[in-house]
């Protein structure tokens, strides 16, 4: 089963229309993060934000947020304000914290992105 | 300026060949990582390291090899095993192995075999 799921491939928004990225995760874990990249055209992939799966408020950097809703298990970033910059693959990762669960501390594992395009 | 540095950026590799790709990081940061990303997918872990001189496989180690000698430096080897290494390789680095932890990226090498 994946364990990052973006269900959508590619997405469109006019510039300074706020736009949803879609990230399903799936985890028996109690003890999670939730990571957000942007990997432009050039390849390099670039932190936006974080969730801690016991952070009680969604977290929020500049005209980033995720929408984080638990019990659903869904980690949705939200793009305020769209610009022509924000044209990129977006990718939803997920650490998990227990060994146990087969997960570990060590590595990010990714969704398969989405393809975000920001019409002038 | 702090930061990731991985070169070539642009890698050809010969059948039979091994090659080796370089990422050095100035962050001080204890953990490094390769991850391998194919066309239209997401990236996938191949090693880690915590520490100097300790490495773990990650999953699909298989046809690779890396050192880690020095904080600094955490080089990977493509070896002639891995039969299908076509991809872009990203290095990543953080301060600790831990789940809290942001994992920060190199600017990539895009392997190609002639």
């Known amino acids: 089963a994946q364990k990052i799921t973006q269900t959508q491939p590619g997405m469109f928004v006019q510039e300074k229309e706020a736009v949803t990225l879609d990230c399903t995760y799936d985890t028996s874990d109690q003890s999670y993060g939730l990571f957000w990249y942007k990997q432009p055209s050039s390849g390099e992939m670039i932190f936006l934000i974080y969730?801690?799966?016991?952070?009680?408020q969604n977290a929020t950097e500049g005209r980033y947020s995720l929408n984080f809703q638990k019990a659903r298990k869904s980690a949705n970033l939200v793009i305020s304000a769209s610009q022509l910059g924000d044209s990129a693959m977006y990718f939803c990762?997920?650490?998990?914290?227990?060994?146990?669960?087969?997960?570990?501390?060590?590595?990010?594992?990714f969704g398969k992105g989405t393809l975000l395009t920001v019409n002038p | 300026d702090g930061g990731i540095t991985q070169s070539p950026k642009y890698l050809f590799r010969k059948e039979g060949q091994n090659v080796t790709l370089s990422c050095e990081q100035n962050l001080n940061h204890d953990a490094m990582y390769w991850y391998r990303q194919d066309p239209g997918q997401g990236l996938r872990l191949i090693y880690y390291?915590?520490?100097?001189?300790?490495?773990q496989k990650g999953d699909i180690a298989e046809g690779y090899s890396v050192s880690r000698e020095k904080k600094e430096s955490f080089p990977l080897t493509v070896t002639s095993a891995q039969k299908n290494p076509t991809a872009f390789y990203l290095c990543?680095?953080?301060?600790?192995?831990?789940?809290?932890?942001?994992?920060?990226f190199g600017p990539g090498t895009r392997l190609l075999v002639l």
């Open positions: 990762a997920m650490r998990e914290g227990s060994i146990n669960s087969g997960g570990s501390n060590y590595k990010l594992t």
């Open positions: 390291s915590q520490i100097v001189n300790d490495f």
């Open positions: 969730q801690g799966s016991y952070d009680e």
């Open positions: 990543a680095s953080s301060m600790l192995a831990a789940l809290q932890e942001t994992q920060y």
